[in-house]
């Protein structure tokens, strides 16, 4: 119903900026997206939610990533990008995006996740 595709990834000095982008694409009229937003993975850590943006509006970040990171919403529809500023090594990791979404009147959410890419920041 949902497939994810990520953008944006790469090298980058400590304290560089990247951009990573997501979008969303829906099949059925029936979806709805509730949420969109990223998680990230460093070698040998668990998943850590880094930020999430609600149809709605209200955002969502880890405290180790506020002020440096602004999720946002894309030009396309069903689009966020992900503003990283100031990056630091422990930034380091696969980030992944995800969406939250519903089908039709249901109010089962389920989570579709992308493959993932990754950041490195070298010092």
């Known amino acids: 119903q949902v497939q994810i595709v990520e953008s944006g990834g790469g090298l980058v000095e400590v304290g560089g900026s990247l951009q990573l982008s997501c979008a969303a694409s829906t099949s059925g009229s029936t979806v709805a997206i509730d949420a969109m937003g990223w998680l990230r993975q460093a070698p040998g850590k668990g998943r850590e939610l880094v930020a999430r943006?609600?149809?709605?509006?209200?955002?969502t970040y880890a405290n180790t990533v506020k002020g440096r990171f602004t999720i946002s919403r894309g030009s396309a529809k069903d689009m966020v990008l992900l503003q990283m500023n100031s990056l630091k090594p422990e930034d380091t990791a696969t980030y992944l995006c995800?969406?939250?979404?519903?089908?039709?009147?249901?109010?089962?959410?389920?989570?579709?996740w992308g493959q993932g890419t990754q950041v490195t920041v070298s010092s």
């Open positions: 995800f969406a939250e979404y519903r089908l039709g009147s249901s109010t089962y959410v389920y989570e579709e």
């Open positions: 943006l609600e149809s709605g509006g209200p955002s």
